[in-house]
């Protein structure tokens, strides 16, 4: 335990870094459409939140004590307790910034209206459009003594009160859920005068509510929005006759009838309506029924209507291909002559769809392959793979089938892909595989040579364009015969190799990373220069953040980039005063895990899929991968240091998680993303001119 320990709580450290997102929302600088969509993406992370860290809480609170990884000296129940305030407060703060946001929208010519605000013809417009797409997907429930109906997790319902103006007492109770995916939960309609209007789909069916209910005798209809978040843990059981996938399927059903978490409801619905509901539901109001506004899911608002102008989105940046890599280019090829180092979104994503397309169909390529944690719905790299197969490939795809919330898109491609003749592994027992590997092996020169990319993100081509990564692209056989062994292990759990160039966890990460560190230590204590430059998702591994404390304490300088959870308490005398922490939120999600050691001026760098937290140093299998290439080592430092300039988004990671905006260097203004986007254009446009001098 480490509740003596100068850290801040992991879960209120996470609100934190919530609060940094709602910040995008309020920002009047982020353009209009994005604090929409930024609006979606507190909600939609807020949600996960409840599903994930506070059902663990209330699990705690119910066993009456804490977990290994529950850093601070608060109980369960105190920890609970100040969880629900922080997101009352925040609550609070949405609504202000949505209200803001209405008006913005309104001195711009478009306006949400609801259901008392329609014109005749507005009116007419939307009974046609209800009648055609909304009526068939609705069929409400009655609620009476009859048993209380199961609500869907994170689904959004209306609780409607029908009575009768002549006869109050007369009252009927329904539930109406609200379609979530056979229709937009937004409806533009018809521009008018130079104005647009929007209209959300819960107004739609609060305008048509006699048209459901007319078998009733009642004349009067009120509605109000409530949503239940359910407990997202799985609870897989021990039966040994049942296949890990059987396991994982029945799993997912029951999680999605998981204890329920919190009820959001309408802060305007009668006490009547709402006693009944709790009672049927079996809640307590207060801890597990929480007031909020007349709309719920508001994560929706990621995929608001594109009906603004230009200036209302972000400058779009598209993506360049890599100086090395021009159309028609043999990857492979390239590779046998250097490295290569892809930088997303900065850069396509294709490439790596390159690689694995020229794989498939390159006769002299033996094996192909690769580890998957969360891919896209209609994902290019499957194809790839599936193609490789029907080439005649062999195959060996590692599928992890506990990525939380995307395990039922990896047991469909797990199916596929063994349909097909792929080698399928469903990962590693006790342990989750969140490595980002590819592996090509190809007939050369009368033997076999390795190919490898080793990333920090997943291989989907969706987040690809809003995540900064980074994945090396390598023919070294340092690096590449090394994956080939990552594989050697996955296909046989107890064949263990001694790397020599990757890291792995939960093997040797720990203790390598710890070594670097005290070498840096060790410098300083010698009185000679001593630093390192960290940038990851998160930071709350106790042992880790001891070790820095220790550095610090020696004089090692620590400056940190790390976007999300971040347990260490920086600037204090004795014991953190040469700590300084930043975290950037911003129109990308920054994702990359980037470690680099001064080293006493033999740098020394390394990529990882890995942050420091408990589970990616003890429970998975993570692969962090030594940079050598001199030139890759200049663009990723290069990124690190004109991160740590950043003064635009780069809010400072203090122990009162006050996310005041960085304000080095005001007399200038830079904004990391986009001056990282203009570094990499740069050295593209640079070789491109070098080729055409060389050609003339």
Same mark, same amino acid.
């Given at each position: 335990?480490?509740?003596?320990?100068?850290?801040?709580?992991?879960?209120?450290?996470?609100?934190?870094?919530?609060?940094?997102?709602?910040?995008?929302?309020?920002?009047?600088?982020?353009?209009?459409?994005?604090?929409?969509?930024?609006?979606?993406?507190?909600?939609?992370?807020?949600?996960?939140?409840?599903?994930?860290?506070?059902?663990?809480?209330?699990?705690?609170?119910?066993?009456?004590?804490?977990?290994?990884?529950?850093?601070?000296?608060?109980?369960?129940?105190?920890?609970?307790?100040?969880?629900?305030?922080?997101?009352?407060?925040?609550?609070?703060?949405?609504?202000?910034?949505?209200?803001?946001?209405?008006?913005?929208?309104? =001195?711009?010519?478009?306006?949400?209206?609801?259901?008392?605000?329609?014109?005749?013809?507005?009116?007419?417009?939307?009974?046609?459009?209800?009648? =055609?797409?909304?009526?068939?997907?609705?069929?409400?429930?009655?609620?009476?003594?009859?048993?209380?109906?199961?609500?869907?997790?994170?689904?959004?319902?209306?609780?409607?009160?029908?009575?009768?103006?002549?006869?109050?007492?007369?009252?009927?109770?329904?539930?109406?859920?609200?379609?979530?995916?056979?229709?937009?939960?937004?409806?533009?309609?018809?521009?008018?005068?130079?104005?647009?209007?929007?209209?959300?789909?819960?107004?739609?069916?609060?305008?048509?509510?006699?048209?459901?209910?007319?078998?009733?005798?009642?004349?009067?209809?009120?509605?109000?929005?409530?949503?239940?978040?359910?407990?997202?843990?799985?609870?897989? =059981?021990?039966?040994?006759?049942?296949?890990?996938?059987?396991?994982?399927?029945?799993?997912?059903?029951?999680?999605?009838?998981?204890?329920?978490?919190?009820?959001?409801?309408?802060?305007?619905?009668?006490?009547?309506?709402?006693?009944?509901?709790?009672?049927?539901?079996?809640?307590?109001?207060?801890?597990?029924?929480?007031?909020?506004?007349?709309?719920?899911?508001?994560? =929706?608002?990621?995929?608001?209507?594109?009906?603004?102008?230009?200036?209302?989105?972000?400058?779009?940046?598209?993506?360049?291909?890599?100086?090395?890599?021009?159309?028609?280019?043999?990857?492979?090829?390239?590779?046998?002559?250097?490295?290569?180092?892809?930088?997303?979104?900065?850069?396509?994503?294709?490439?790596?769809?390159?690689?694995?397309?020229?794989?498939?169909?390159?006769?002299?390529? +033996?094996?192909?392959?690769?580890?998957?944690?969360?891919?896209?719905?209609?994902?290019?790299?499957?194809?790839?793979?599936?193609?490789?197969?029907?080439?005649?490939?062999?195959?060996?795809?590692?599928?992890?089938?506990?990525?939380?919330?995307?395990?039922?898109?990896?047991?469909?491609?797990?199916?596929?892909?063994?349909?097909?003749?792929?080698?399928?592994?469903?990962?590693?027992?006790?342990?989750?595989?969140?490595?980002?590997?590819?592996?090509?092996?190809?007939?050369?020169?009368?033997?076999?040579?390795?190919?490898?990319?080793?990333?920090?993100?997943?291989?989907?081509?969706?987040?690809?364009?809003?995540?900064?990564?980074?994945?090396?692209?390598?023919?070294?056989?340092?690096?590449?015969?090394?994956?080939?062994?990552?594989?050697?292990?996955?296909?046989?759990?107890?064949?263990?190799?001694?790397?020599?160039?990757?890291?792995?966890?939960?093997?040797?990460?720990?203790?390598?990373?710890?070594?670097?560190?005290?070498?840096?230590?060790?410098?300083?204590?010698?009185?000679?220069?001593?630093?390192?430059?960290?940038?990851?998702?998160?930071?709350?591994?106790?042992?880790?953040?001891?070790?820095?404390?220790?550095?610090?304490?020696?004089?090692?300088?620590?400056?940190?980039?790390?976007?999300?959870?971040?347990?260490?308490?920086?600037?204090?005398?004795?014991?953190?005063?040469?700590?300084?922490?930043?975290?950037?939120?911003?129109?990308?999600?920054?994702?990359?895990?980037?470690?680099?050691?001064?080293?006493?001026?033999?740098?020394?760098?390394?990529?990882?899929?890995?942050?420091?937290?408990?589970?990616?140093?003890?429970?998975?299998?993570?692969?962090?991968?030594?940079?050598?290439?001199?030139?890759?080592?200049?663009?990723?430092?290069?990124?690190?240091?004109?991160?740590?300039?950043?003064?635009?988004?780069?809010?400072?990671?203090?122990?009162?998680?006050?996310?005041?905006?960085?304000?080095?260097?005001?007399?200038? +203004?830079?904004?990391?993303?986009?001056?990282?986007?203009?570094?990499?254009?740069?050295?593209?446009?640079?070789?491109?001119?070098?080729?055409?001098?060389?050609?003339?």
């Amino acid at each position: 335990m480490y509740s003596n320990e100068k850290f801040i709580n992991r879960e209120i450290s996470w609100l934190s870094f919530n609060e940094r997102v709602l910040q995008e929302a309020e920002d009047p600088e982020t353009p209009l459409f994005e604090r929409i969509r930024f609006i979606g993406i507190f909600s939609n992370n807020l949600d996960e939140f409840f599903r994930v860290r506070v059902a663990t809480v209330r699990r705690m609170v119910s066993l009456g004590k804490d977990e290994e990884n529950l850093l601070g000296d608060m109980t369960p129940n105190e920890l609970h307790n100040k969880i629900q305030n922080i997101v009352h407060q925040q609550q609070r703060k949405l609504d202000v910034i949505y209200n803001d946001i209405l008006e913005e929208l309104e =001195d711009n010519n478009i306006f949400m209206i609801n259901e008392a605000q329609l014109t005749e013809k507005q009116g007419k417009f939307v009974k046609s459009y209800f009648y =055609d797409k909304v009526l068939p997907n609705l069929v409400p429930i009655m609620l009476g003594k009859n048993k209380f109906p199961y609500l869907r997790d994170r689904s959004v319902y209306l609780a409607v009160k029908l009575s009768q103006k002549n006869n109050p007492k007369e009252v009927l109770y329904s539930l109406i859920r609200i379609p979530g995916r056979s229709v937009p939960r937004f409806l533009v309609l018809p521009e008018e005068d130079g104005k647009q209007f929007v209209m959300i789909l819960d107004d739609i069916i609060r305008f048509c509510m006699e048209d459901i209910f007319f078998y009733f005798d009642h004349d009067q209809y009120d509605a109000y929005t409530i949503k239940i978040t359910r407990d997202a843990e799985l609870d897989l =059981d021990d039966d040994i006759s049942k296949s890990f996938i059987e396991k994982m399927s029945q799993s997912l059903k029951k999680r999605k009838k998981g204890k329920p978490v919190r009820l959001i409801y309408d802060r305007n619905m009668p006490d009547d309506l709402l006693q009944f509901l709790l009672k049927r539901m079996k809640l307590a109001e207060g801890s597990d029924a929480v007031p909020g506004g007349r709309y719920h899911n508001q994560k =929706d608002f990621m995929n608001f209507p594109e009906i603004g102008k230009k200036h209302h989105y972000y400058t779009n940046l598209p993506p360049s291909r890599h100086k090395d890599l021009p159309p028609f280019t043999s990857v492979l090829k390239v590779l046998r002559q250097q490295d290569i180092m892809l930088h997303y979104p900065y850069q396509t994503f294709n490439h790596f769809i390159d690689f694995l397309r020229e794989a498939a169909i390159d006769p002299q390529v +033996k094996e192909i392959g690769l580890t998957i944690y969360r891919v896209a719905s209609d994902s290019k790299v499957m194809n790839a793979l599936l193609n490789a197969v029907r080439n005649g490939k062999i195959v060996t795809v590692v599928i992890e089938l506990q990525a939380r919330f995307d395990e039922e898109a990896n047991i469909f491609w797990s199916n596929k892909l063994q349909e097909e003749g792929a080698n399928v592994i469903n990962g590693v027992p006790g342990m989750k595989v969140h490595s980002k590997l590819a592996w090509v092996q190809r007939k050369e020169n009368g033997g076999v040579r390795n190919y490898a990319y080793i990333g920090t993100g997943n291989f989907h081509e969706g987040t690809a364009r809003v995540y900064a990564d980074e994945g090396l692209l390598t023919a070294d056989p340092r690096l590449a015969d090394e994956v080939q062994k990552v594989f050697e292990f996955f296909k046989q759990n107890y064949l263990h190799y001694n790397y020599e160039h990757l890291v792995v966890s939960p093997f040797a990460m720990r203790k390598y990373f710890e070594k670097h560190i005290d070498q840096e230590i060790k410098l300083a204590k010698q009185g000679k220069p001593a630093w390192m430059i960290l940038k990851m998702n998160s930071l709350i591994d106790p042992g880790m953040m001891i070790k820095l404390y220790d550095a610090a304490k020696a004089g090692v300088e620590i400056q940190l980039i790390v976007r999300g959870i971040f347990g260490l308490k920086t600037g204090e005398n004795g014991l953190s005063h040469n700590i300084t922490a930043i975290s950037i939120v911003d129109k990308y999600l920054e994702h990359s895990r980037i470690f680099l050691f001064g080293a006493g001026g033999a740098e020394k760098m390394y990529i990882s899929s890995a942050d420091w937290m408990p589970r990616n140093l003890n429970r998975r299998i993570e692969v962090a991968c030594p940079i050598y290439d001199a030139s890759i080592k200049a663009e990723l430092k290069e990124m690190l240091l004109i991160q740590l300039r950043d003064n635009s988004k780069a809010r400072v990671l203090d122990p009162d998680l006050s996310n005041q905006y960085s304000e080095d260097g005001l007399d200038k +203004k830079f904004r990391a993303q986009e001056d990282y986007y203009h570094y990499i254009k740069s050295i593209t446009h640079s070789a491109q001119e070098e080729t055409i001098n060389t050609t003339e």
